[in-house]
């Protein structure tokens, strides 16, 4: 199980720990290699970035962002989290639940999840959906600006 721990970062799965904001490439990339083999990944503006592949889910990372046209901060360690799952697995629950505050997003239709979290998301979340069910989640250091 994936737990998205906004202001905080992800815990792993059993106990491969927890990718915390602000840690460095290292120490992310070790604690992900503890469940699943490491990738190098690439990010616009991020001086690091890696993903993996965990029952049936992309984990993809990223850190030391910066944004020269000064919409966001520039955010030392790690900066962003996502997840997202194989397009073959969208007809149902993941394998892996990937958890917010006890509410498994990849495991029910998004409009249960949507009713769910009528009260809102947190500012740094970003959902994805096919329709049906949520495709893609990430959490970010900071709230991600709205584009225009």
Known sequence: MFELLP????RLPGSAGTLRF??????????????????DGWVCGARW??????QGLTL????DTTDRRGR????????????????FTLTGPSACPVVLRGINLFGYPT??????????????????DDGLYL?????HAE???VES
């Open 72 to 87: 966001h901060q520039d955010t030392p360690g790690l900066a962003g989290i996502g997840l997202t799952r194989d397009p």
């Open 49 to 54: 970035a890696f993903s993996a592949q965990y």
């Open 7 to 10: 202001g905080v970062g992800l």
């Open 22 to 39: 602000g840690m460095d490439e290292r120490t992310a990339q070790w604690a992900v290699a503890t469940v699943a083999d490491v990738r």
């Open 135 to 139: 495709t893609a989640v990430s959490l």
């Open 111 to 128: 409009a249960e999840v949507s009713d769910a979290f009528s009260d809102g998301l947190p500012p740094t979340l970003r959902i994805s």
């Open 60 to 63: 993809d990372t990223y850190g």
């Open 143 to 145: 709230p991600v600006p």
